[in-house]
T-cell receptor, first 115, second 115 residues
Framework: KNQVEQSPQSLIILEGKNCTLQ??????????LRWYKQDTGRGPVSLTI?????NTKSNGRYTATLDADTKQSSLHITASQLSDSASYIC??????????????FGTGTRLTIIP | GAGVSQSPRYKVAKRGQDVALRCDPI?????LFWYQQALGQGPEFLTY????????KSGLPSDRFFAERPEGSVSTLKIQRTQQEDSAVYLC?????????????FGPGTRLTVL
């Protein structure tokens, strides 16, 4: 069964500090990997999407990396802000036979930023 | 509105009742997805529509779950004879075109509690 595992399960850091979240996956064949931010009680919001040929992508203070050989990704958050407190979910897509892709979601890392 | 909307936001049902959850995707979006998110878990795929065609329903957990999108816009997820294990947040997402690398825009979800 395709799996996406994230670590750590939860993380608490001081405002202004950097942090890195990890994602390992076994999904095959691979199409793309996405990082989402999910605030409590809200739907996930896309941060980055990376295909096989991309190994880094940035969105403001968020930088995602992808190593398709080792099937690992990371999300680095720079100069954290209180509004970064949320769950961060790694999502991996199977390469579809046609049109409809299938996404496998990780269980997320719960990040808390404290002042 | 500009985003994906879902209604109701909260639903409490007695075991055995039927429920209907509504999703209004972003206007003009071709693809629509339903996900089930249990507490503390990542979303799990339920079903996928491209316009009015239901191309993948492999994630529906039982024949008590039924989804439709008759005119290719609004979608309804119906759960018959609800059970306690159906308690979860049901998320809807839409993408502008085929889903391969398109960003999925999520609604806020409907929290279903079955007593």
């Amino acid at each position: 069964k395709n799996q996406v595992e994230q670590s750590p399960q939860s993380l608490i850091i001081l405002e202004g500090k950097n942090c890195t979240l990890q994602c390992n996956y076994t999904v095959s064949p691979f199409s793309n990997l996405r990082w989402y931010k999910q605030d409590t009680g809200r739907g996930p919001v896309s941060l980055t999407i990376m295909t096989f040929s991309e190994n880094t992508k940035s969105n403001g203070r968020y930088t995602a990396t992808l190593d398709a050989d080792t099937k690992q990704s990371s999300l680095h958050i720079t100069a954290s802000q209180l509004s970064d407190s949320a769950s961060y979910i790694c999502v991996v897509s199977e390469a579809p036979n046609f049109g409809n892709e299938k996404l496998t979601f990780g269980t997320g890392t719960r990040l808390t930023i404290i002042p | 509105g500009a985003g994906v909307s879902q209604s109701p936001r909260y639903k409490v049902a007695k075991r055995g009742q039927d429920v209907a959850l509504r999703c209004d995707p972003i206007s003009g979006h071709v693809s629509l997805f339903w996900y089930q998110q249990a507490l503390g878990q990542g979303p799990e795929f339920l079903t996928y529509f491209q316009n009015e065609a239901q191309l993948d329903k492999s994630g529906l957990p039982s024949d008590r779950f039924f989804a439709e999108r008759p005119e290719g816009s609004v979608s309804t997820l119906k759960i018959q004879r609800t059970q306690q294990e159906d308690s979860a947040v049901y998320l809807c997402a839409s993408t502008q075109r085929e889903a391969r690398t398109d960003t999925q825009y999520f609604g806020p979800g409907t929290r279903l509690t079955v007593l």
